[in-house]
């Protein structure tokens, strides 16, 4: 009979077939170089925010009809949404704005598609006078760039603003293409109530004519037996001229014709005043603001719009200056490069410390699985819809020390068995193939403990997506690596010592660790106690430094958030607004400044949320010489903003990384009574002033405005033929301007709007005196004649959650964490009495850290479970298992204690650094136990076979540990804000778990073993 074949041996392959090896490697780089220039760049992930906007405006209604007529309506369709996650709502004057977030996984595309529908179903219960509500499904698109245009007219500027526009469609890689700051042209008929009131013409009248006079509507066609011939009617307004010339009006007296040119002043002009203004250093200006579309890299679209911009200034008319205010891809382009950098670096530290420990040889063939496993991830992310951005080129310098491990693990053993005697070649495949298991083992082990971070939900599951594919690519690419090329190369490259037989345990660092080892395990109920006080020890050092979400992004730009009371103008805004933006540009730091009057521009960073058609709202987007100096601007204008501006809130705003959120300190209150709402807001607001660290409380609602009530008596407006409809057509035809109707001129719709000239739109001392048409009998009446008057008070915004009123405290803080603030003043909050009805619950950042953390707790959970599996299936009992898992509490101990010493919070990127601690601790034991298990299975003692364990593990271990550390060095030291805190929690955390590794775990092995 023949002798069986042996079992398949992946190493001993390998060698055998070199070119194939080969050839594969150089596809791989050729692959993975290939799509690093050419994947798609990006600041951040890809964070979907899925959220619609449902914007209403109803012509002169206050916030509280709004509500009632529009909002409460519109909530009242969405809230059968299926995926409907929360709504929220603002009810101002004249407008209703409704955020509609559906879950983060639902087809936005079907959803939005069915607001729609649920919105045209509730319109028809709106009043006439509503115009029709607008659905924003492009609400979280982010603007890339922004670039502003000055130097002319409005009217001009629209027209070069487009023209714009349109070159910068045919780019390839832009999607939306927004302006910014442009003022729309309306045509406007200003009459004298005098001259008005000789023709006893009513508004209605005067829109009907010009209704009737400006063909809107299609006139069908003729059919004939052979043809069909469409109807083109002609009398559709095409310029002032036409509507000048229209006829409104024939004297049944004298027959004289009466031409709108006979009643009215007629201009075509920027519509006065303007919803909203842009202003650009001083001077009124507008925007072209660009978004990538999805999948393209955001740098090559920056290097395309620039050239578009550079060839289009050449045709810009004199005094016109273009600047690009917000450029997303310079800032990229400038991360992905210092991100590379610090991986670059890495590579250097990790290559010079393997040959430092292990010679040139040896550390060139551990060192090649750093950038073959790197080309091997960049070839795959695109497959795995990954862009190259700062979480996914982290991910590559948190593996970085393990990318090597598998193959030093390897090359020690290859060095071990080339010591015994052996040959080249069977050094290099049985060396490789004794630990295949155990570094297979480790290394899913590893696996295990990040891929659960997919779990994560909604926006926080995408922020962090790429983190674990990223590692689990490359580390799976580094341990086909460690078996196949790396045992090729050791084959090639590695020489027999010349003392064949040399003795690990009699070198110098090998007995020091004997004579340690040996007194640890002779006193190990000391070391036991030593264990569990640092564990205890950790845990106080968790609170010391306390817990924290996302840090302010470390950016050459910031905001000013500038809020007038309610009811305030544009023009008082901007006024306020020019007065922050001067003390801005007088700082020697400060490059430029955009201001946004009347609304928050475009959301130019994720975490930015835009304001709409707000009229006491202004937004300054400031831009800086340098991250280090936007700190400083801040502080410096937020010192003296509470007094400088009397009456506005004016605040200088960091950005914030992560999540939006309002305000970091916040309070939700629910109830329906405003006078309630007040109340507790106010008992809230004195708590939060009684603790330290507080700055800048206040609440979301803002004071009660002032506004007429008016109302009609029906039965005396019956008996001269006054409707509400007439009244209300008074006021807007004598004031704001009414809206008779629209002409087009190319692709853009004009409206014609009726109003009195300027000296006569002034509110009279006695408003009862405004005359009031019927449109049934064309007679006036005086207001006072039909209506009684009544000054009031109410609240100028009206804020909901899910269908019920709500009222935000909130604060900002000074030298103290948000989540310590929220833990002190929570107990005394709930103590308050609250109504029946009324509720009060946490929300700002402390409501989405906790959310967070609690998906991490579930994280941790899920990869504790898989690691006992994993290691049950590795080790064959729950006992040797468990004694690896005490790793995983004992990683935290570093982490803590790192956190201490660099003076940072344990916040979500270092709850991450903890995690990744996990798989890197885990590998080491389950290699350190595999060497325990093969000496006692050689029949030495427990206390024998853990300290030859670790004799021949120490270097291999202490390797790792060094290269890791310092592949980590770089982005602890130039990491930034958001990732120094995760990398010196995993610099401090494993060099300590290596410690325990080597010490703790032996000793507890040993207790464990000697009791089996």
Not at 22 to 29: A, D, E, K, Q, S
Not at 630 to 635: K, L
Request: glycine fraction near 8%; proline fraction near 5%; charge should be neutral.
């Amino acid at each position: 009979m023949s002798e069986p074949r042996p079992p398949f041996n992946v190493p001993r392959w390998s060698l055998g077939a070199p070119a194939l090896v080969l050839l594969v490697t150089g596809v791989v780089i050729v692959w993975g170089i290939l799509n690093y220039f050419s994947m798609s760049r990006r600041e951040s992930p890809e964070i979907r925010i899925a959220t619609a906007l449902v914007m209403t405006i109803y012509p002169g209604a206050g916030a509280g009809k709004v509500e009632e007529q529009v909002t409460e309506k519109l909530e009242e369709a969405f809230e059968s949404m299926d995926s409907l996650k929360k709504m929220d709502s603002i009810s101002r004057a004249n407008i209703s704005v409704i955020f509609v977030s559906v879950e983060y996984d639902a087809d936005t595309d079907i959803e939005w598609q069915k607001l729609r529908n649920r919105v045209a179903e509730a319109r028809s219960g709106m009043p006439s006078a509503v115009m029709e509500p607008e659905v924003i499904d492009d609400f979280g698109d982010t603007t890339g760039m922004i670039i502003s245009l000055e130097g002319t007219g409005p009217v001009r500027l629209n027209e070069i603003a487009r023209e714009l526009r349109s070159g910068l469609r045919d780019v390839e890689s832009v999607g939306e293409v927004s302006l910014m700051g442009e003022q729309p042209e309306v045509v406007y008929l200003e009459g004298r109530r005098a001259v008005l009131a000789r023709y006893g013409l009513t508004p209605y009248q005067v829109g009907q004519m010009l209704q009737m006079h400006n063909l809107r509507i299609p006139a069908g066609s003729i059919r004939t037996d052979r043809y069909r011939y469409r109807l083109e009617p002609t009398g559709e307004y095409k310029s002032i001229e036409a509507i000048e010339k229209t006829i409104i009006d024939i004297s049944k007296t004298t027959g004289q014709i009466v031409h709108v040119r006979d009643l009215f002043e007629v201009t075509r002009e920027p519509r006065n005043p303007p919803y909203s203004r842009l202003i650009m250093d001083g001077k009124v200006a507008m925007a072209v603001g660009i978004v990538m579309k999805d999948g393209h890299n955001i740098v090559k679209m920056g290097q395309e719009v620039r050239a578009v911009v550079r060839e289009f200034e050449q045709r810009l008319p004199p005094g016109v200056k273009m600047s690009v205010v917000h450029d997303s891809p310079r800032q990229v382009d400038g991360q992905v490069n210092e991100f590379m950098m610090n991986l670059l670096a890495g590579v250097v530290i990790v290559i010079l410390s393997m040959a430092l420990f292990m010679g040139l040889k040896s550390s060139l063939i551990s060192a090649v699985a750093i950038p073959l496993s790197v080309l091997i991830a960049m070839a795959v992310m695109p497959m795995l819809s990954i862009d190259l951005e700062m979480i996914s080129i982290s991910a590559f310098i948190v593996a970085l020390g393990m990318l090597v491990d598998n193959s030093i693990i390897v090359t020690d053993n290859v060095d071990i068995k080339l010591r015994q005697g052996m040959s080249p070649s069977e050094a290099a495949w049985k060396g490789t193939h004794e630990l295949a298991r155990p570094v297979i083992v480790g290394t899913l082990a590893t696996v295990v403990a990040f891929m659960p971070m997919l779990l994560l939900s909604d926006e926080m599951g995408a922020f962090v997506r790429s983190l674990p594919l990223v590692v689990t690519v490359s580390l799976v690419g580094s341990l086909v690596i460690s078996q196949t090329l790396t045992p090729l190369m050791a084959k090639w490259l590695m020489r027999p010592s010349a003392k064949k037989k040399t003795d690990y345990e009699k070198t110098l660092i090998s007995r020091a660790y004997r004579a340690f080892m040996g007194a640890c395990l002779s006193a190990r109920w000391l070391v036991i106690l030593i264990t569990l006080g640092a564990l205890i020890g950790a845990g106080v050092l968790f609170n010391i430094v306390g817990f924290s979400f996302f840090p302010d992004a470390y950016r050459d730009q910031f905001t000013v958030d500038i809020w007038l009371k309610e009811g305030s103008s544009v023009k008082e805004t901007e006024r306020v607004a020019m007065l922050a933006e001067q003390k801005l540009r007088a700082d020697p730091d400060v490059v430029s400044t955009v201001t946004y009057v009347g609304d928050g521009g475009p959301r130019f960073y994720i975490t930015i949320t835009p304001e709409f058609q707000t009229s006491n709202y202004a937004r300054i987007m400031v831009n800086t010489s340098s991250p280090d100096s936007t700190f400083d601007v801040v502080d410096r204008f937020n010192k003296d903003a509470e007094i400088e501006y009397p009456g506005a809130r004016v605040f200088a705003r960091k950005i914030v990384m992560g999540m939006p959120i309002q305000a970091p300190v916040e309070f939700r209150i629910m109830g329906e009574d405003f006078k309630v709402l007040r109340d507790l807001s106010e008992k809230i607001q004195a708590i939060l002033r009684t603790i330290p660290g507080t700055d800048r409380v206040k609440d979301n609602l803002g004071l009660d405005v002032p506004s007429l009530k008016v109302e009609v008596d029906i039965e005396r407006a019956n008996r001269v033929g006054v409707t509400n409809t007439d009244v209300a057509l008074a006021f807007l035809a004598s004031y704001e301007g009414y809206e008779l109707t629209r002409f087009t001129d190319g692709d853009t719709e004009i409206p014609i709007i009726m109003r009195l000239v300027d000296e006569e739109r002034e509110i009279e001392a006695d408003i009862g005196n405004l005359p009031v048409a019927s449109n049934l009998t064309s007679k006036k009446v005086p207001l006072s004649s039909i209506a009684t008057i009544e000054p009031q008070w109410g609240p100028g915004l009206i804020k909901r959650r899910d269908g019920k009123r709500a009222l935000m405290v909130q604060s900002w803080t000074k030298g103290r964490l948000a989540d310590d603030i929220v833990v002190e003043a929570w107990p005394r909050v709930q103590a308050l009495k609250f109504p029946p009805g009324y509720k009060v619950e946490i929300a700002g950042e402390k409501y989405e850290m906790d959310k967070t953390f609690r998906e991490l707790g579930i994280v941790f959970g899920v990869i504790v479970v898989s690691l006992i599996m994993l290691l049950v299936f590795q080790l064959g009992t729950l006992r040797k298992a468990f004694v690896v898992m005490l790793t995983v509490p004992l990683s935290t101990v570093g982490a803590a204690l790192g956190l201490y010493l660099g003076g940072y919070s344990f916040s979500f990127m270092a709850f991450l650094g903890v995690i990744s601690l996990v798989g890197m601790a885990i590998k080491n034991s389950v290699v350190w136990i595999e060497f325990a298990e093969q000496e006692r299975a050689k029949g030495e003692a427990v206390r024998e076979a853990v300290i030859k364990a670790g004799i021949y593990r120490l270097r291999p271990i202490l390797l790792t540990t060094v290269t890791t550390v310092g592949g980590l060095f770089p982005l602890a030291l130039f990491g930034g804000v958001l990732f120094e805190p995760m990398a010196w929690a995993m610099i401090v955390g494993l060099s300590l778990v290596t410690v325990f590794t080597l010490v703790s775990i032996p000793v507890f092995y040993s207790f464990a073993m000697k009791r089996v």
